[in-house]
Structure formats: C-alpha cells, structure tokens
C-alpha cells in the first residue's frame, strides 16, 4: 500500500466498458511525511475522494480488485481516504 495526494481528474470519452462510472484520479505519491515521491500517476477510485484529500492505493493485480467488477485493467486503485499519519523513527 502507497500513500499519495489527489491532485486531478482525468476525463476519458472512451474507456473499457468495466470503467464506466468509474472516477479516475491523478494522484501524487508521497512519503509518510507528505513530501512527493516520483511522478504522479492515474489511479481509479470507488471511494469517491476528492481534491487535495491523502489516499492510500495498491498497484499491480490487486488494483482491479478494488473495483466492483474483477480482472477490470487498471494498474491502481484507491483502497483508503487517509485522516491522520502517525509516524515515529
């Protein structure tokens, strides 16, 4: 699991039947301390998150998991709406 800033949505006109209703995200990971950490990335989202809201997701085979219909081809997935990280060295 990742943590990541939601900064964007992205509209797509055509996109897989399985994604119909499904809002898609461009998200900015970040590290424990809100600091960002690579490039952002485009994540599909059933928790219906909003701007600037801290979100965890999943990548790989799991992403698909966290939306209704399985083995729909998303590389991530929001699976949290984070309120709080505490965090101790």
């Known amino acids: ?21 499904v809002k898609l995200l461009v998200v900015q990971p970040v590290d424990h301390a809100d600091k960002k950490k690579g490039p952002p990335i485009v994540v599909a989202d059933q928790l219906q998150s909003g701007q600037g809201e801290l979100v965890a ?7 698909s998991l966290t939306l209704d219909e399985s083995f729909t081809p998303v590389d991530a997935g929001i699976v949290g709406i984070i309120d709080s990280v505490n965090h101790e060295v």
């Open 1 to 21: 699991m990742h943590l990541a800033r939601v900064i964007g949505r992205v509209v797509a006109t055509r996109k897989h039947e399985a994604l119909t209703g």
């Open 57 to 63: 997701y999943v990548t790989g085979r799991e992403a």
